[in-house]
């Protein structure tokens, strides 16, 4: 479970899960004071994060040494009614292109991209 307080400064917001903290903002532009990520910004981090963790453990399964990988994510908001996530992946190292590509298609399966394409429902309360 993660705990977001507010206090009276716009709009920083202290997040934690009981053990690690960290904070969200809005942008200057929307009267925050641009210091921290924003909302989205943070659920777009949590797909970079899970798709490069998701990589390099399935590279350590096959045991494919690499030296770094590298995964830029984005949401694409062209389209308002059908938001895109994006996730690019660059895995550096001396591997194959096409063991490259098979480690890229499978790990479009990580929990983060399983959740993100779930019919999952939102509860506020």
Do not use: W
């Not at 479970?1 to 053990?19: C, H, N, Q, S």
């Not at 490069?52 to 399935?58: A, G, P, W």
């Not at 292109?97 to 993100?116: D, F, G, T, W, Y």
Request: charged share 25%; with cysteine.
């Amino acid at each position: 479970m993660i705990t977001a307080t507010g206090k009276k400064e716009p709009y920083i917001t202290e997040l934690t899960d009981g053990i690690h903290l960290f904070s969200a903002d809005t942008p200057l532009a929307d009267g925050g004071s641009g210091l921290h990520q924003r909302p989205t910004d943070i659920l777009i981090s949590a797909l970079a994060a899970c798709v490069n963790i998701t990589t390099r453990m399935l590279l350590d399964e096959e045991a494919l040494p690499y030296d770094c990988v590298v995964v830029q994510a984005d949401l694409d908001r062209t389209d308002p009614d059908r938001p895109a996530f994006t996730a690019h992946v660059d895995i550096q190292g001396d591997i194959p292109r096409e063991k490259k590509e098979a480690i890229i298609a499978r790990v479009s399966r990580c929990p983060v991209c399983k959740l993100l394409r779930s019919p999952a429902d939102v509860i506020v309360s």
